[in-house]
């Protein structure tokens, strides 16, 4: 089992996840008597908790440091500031722009309350970094001790994918009007950016968080605006190609020019 690390921590990701999310998925559905803001806690919290119980019980305890010093590595150049905070405000206006040439109307910008974006976005920051601290701060650089990027990309994507499967299944959630298809290849593209995005502030889990934050508040005002479900296929579209483009600059082996300098893991 101490060999295995990170199949154990997926394994209790998942467990203790879907202990939150499918009594809301069967509340949805009649079939749970009541819900809780209990269980969604649990549900995004999962990755972390998961990562710190095979921590505390296979490796050393020092390894908990270095599972949560990520969060406070800001070192890097403006870029990636602009990219982590900029890049689905592109991506959602290029995903628009397409939708229009295909026809579909462009929202209003006024349906959404702007003066929320920034409480918005902490809110969703607080809500996603512990995805991020399981995923990248645990996951991604054990398995990179061993596999190329772009296996762990499609490692990590389809099993990332599979991990929201609840939500998926929830009639109350807005996942659930996603096709699970444009939601695997949305998985596996964004597997690829976050390990770019990783690497190349040298194992920073705070540009990684920014980013998925970003994701879901970009998300959240589409939603608002009416056309979350039907801007999703172009945004998934925008998505892969960035991710496709990425893949040709670095090659399948590192997603990085130089290695980024990532905390050391000691799994003794």
Do not use: C
């Amino acid at each position: 089992m101490k060999k295995h690390p990170v199949l154990w921590f997926y394994v209790l990701a998942f467990v203790i996840s879907w202990l939150g999310w499918i009594p809301q998925t069967l509340h949805a559905r009649g079939a749970f008597p009541f819900d809780s803001p209990l269980f969604s806690l649990l549900g995004g919290a999962g990755p972390t908790l998961a990562a710190v119980i095979v921590i505390l019980i296979f490796e050393k305890k020092d390894n908990l440091r270095n599972l949560f010093a990520p969060l406070f590595q800001l070192r890097a150049s403006a870029w990636w500031f602009v990219f982590a905070f900029g890049f689905w405000f592109v991506a959602a206006a290029v995903a628009l722009g397409v939708g229009a040439f295909f026809g579909q109307a462009i929202p209003a910008l006024d349906k959404f309350p702007w003066i929320n974006l920034l409480p918005l976005f902490v809110t969703m920051l607080l809500s996603n970094v512990w995805e991020e601290i399981g995923w990248r701060g645990f996951a991604l650089p054990r398995l990179q001790a061993k596999y190329p990027d772009l296996t762990i990309a499609f490692l990590m994507g389809v099993l990332w994918s599979l991990w929201h499967l609840p939500l998926m299944l929830n009639p109350s959630s807005p996942m659930s009007g996603l096709p699970w298809y444009g939601e695997l290849l949305f998985s596996l593209s964004l597997t690829v950016i976050y390990t770019w995005l990783y690497l190349n502030t040298r194992g920073s889990l705070f540009f990684v968080s920014v980013f998925h934050a970003m994701s879901n508040t970009v998300a959240f005002i589409l939603l608002e605006m009416g056309v979350f479900v039907s801007s999703y296929i172009f945004v998934v579209g925008v998505t892969t190609v960035t991710a496709l483009i990425l893949l040709l600059v670095y090659g399948p082996q590192r997603f990085a020019r130089i290695p980024g300098k990532r905390q050391p893991v000691d799994e003794s």
